[in-house]
């Protein structure tokens, strides 16, 4: 894109700034050429995205955001709101055909909008080509199912793994998180006898709850939907991570049934759960408080077990870029998200953002954000994942739906109260997801 802007010699130096003025490490590229998007005469953007997890992202985002308006003369609105509101903000956006220009929103929201949408094959393209491809995650979440076509352009995912005190695990006999199941457990309980016991989330928590589920049933081979979008949640693998469940659950500290998203956060922080699934955010709450850093120090972090799958199965929270057909100005907004991928305000951002979000293209691996704390390293492939909300299958309205709609969790829930059995639940899953998805 550097064919567009005459005022790139300069780009990166708002977000050093922020970032102390630490210089950065170069990201390598590759020759490409730039789409064509002459800026429309006249031209002004407003876009809305997920608030900010730390305070940096937000006045990164908007220095780039500022430095795109200094290139171009158009002028950029960002609104940052809750997370609970993108969705619904993206639907009525969506449904009225009026409203933001661009919305960054989460995981499959490109496929529900997607005839409302502007296609981003273009930019995509040349940000592959020019930053060494596209990680799996993004790929999937970007692109229309069975096509090359972009819909959305992930900006990152924010990873879920295990986080564990290590003073406890110790204490129980272990010196490591073993991958298998059988192993698992028995830290699990292994923890819950020297009563310092994990916990994870069985709550309809947005995503520590989902996490869990989606974890639970694909580390044992099972998935809500086969690769042509069939509903197969009702299977013997389903089934046996069910009853794997019914001896996991007995092992977590009282509560988790109703967990939300924060409530792992101050348990472990209460030192009242020794080990559960988390992002980031956790491990740097306890860093930056001096009281509970001993907490940090104790902290290990790594991807959760993979129990029968070939990778670590965890589908990261991603952050995916959306341009509307209703716009007056697509090449300006184009535009404005290719130029906020772009080395000179990414990288900033990412490292602004210390591991929360982990980035879409494969050459942001080399990035200082990843050459600190060791701890943090793990989230670098969050996007390398083989996993996403909806796995196996096509990402539709349906996967959508079904997440929003707690199925899995719910489905694990039932069991671990003892109100079904693993058999039963499995069919009610059954039953409520086939709701979402047509018939075939």
Known sequence: MTNMFTRRGTAGLAGA????????????????????????????????????FVQPDEDVFRANAARFTAA?????????????????????????GAGPDLIIGFNESPHVYQDKLVDVTDVATYLGTKYGGWKALAQRYGKRAGSNNWLGLPFGASGGPLIWRKSAVNEAGFT??????????????????????????LGNAVGDGNAFANWLVWSHGGYLVDEEGKVAINSPQTIAALTYLKDLYPTFLPGTLSWGDVSNNRAYSASECWMTENGVSLYFSLKNDPALAPLAEDTQIQPMPKGLAATAPNAGLTLNAMVFKHSRFPNAAKAFLSFMLEAEQYDPWLQANVGYWGQPLNAYDESDTWKGDPKVAVFRT????????????????????ANADYVMVQMCASVASGQATPQAAAAEAERRARRFFRAR
Request: glycine letters at 12%; charged letters at 20%.
């Open 176 to 201: 490591e998180i073993p991958e298998d199941l059988a192993g698992f457990l028995r830290v699990c309980q292994g923890l819950k006898r020297i009563g310092k016991p994990a916990g994870f989330a």
């Open 382 to 401: 969050t996007m390398n994942s083989d996993f996403w909300l909806g796995y196996k299958g096509p990402i539709s309205e349906g996967s959508a739906a």
């Open 72 to 96: 171009t003369g158009v002028e950029v609105r960002v609104d940052f709101v809750g997370w609970e509101d993108i969705t619904q903000q993206t639907a009525v956006t969506a449904n009225t």
């Open 17 to 52: 700034a922020l970032l102390g003025g630490r210089a950065m490490a170069a990201i390598p590229t590759s020759p490409a050429t730039a789409p064509s998007l002459p800026i429309e005469r006249g031209a002004t953007l407003r876009m809305l995205r997920p608030v900010r």
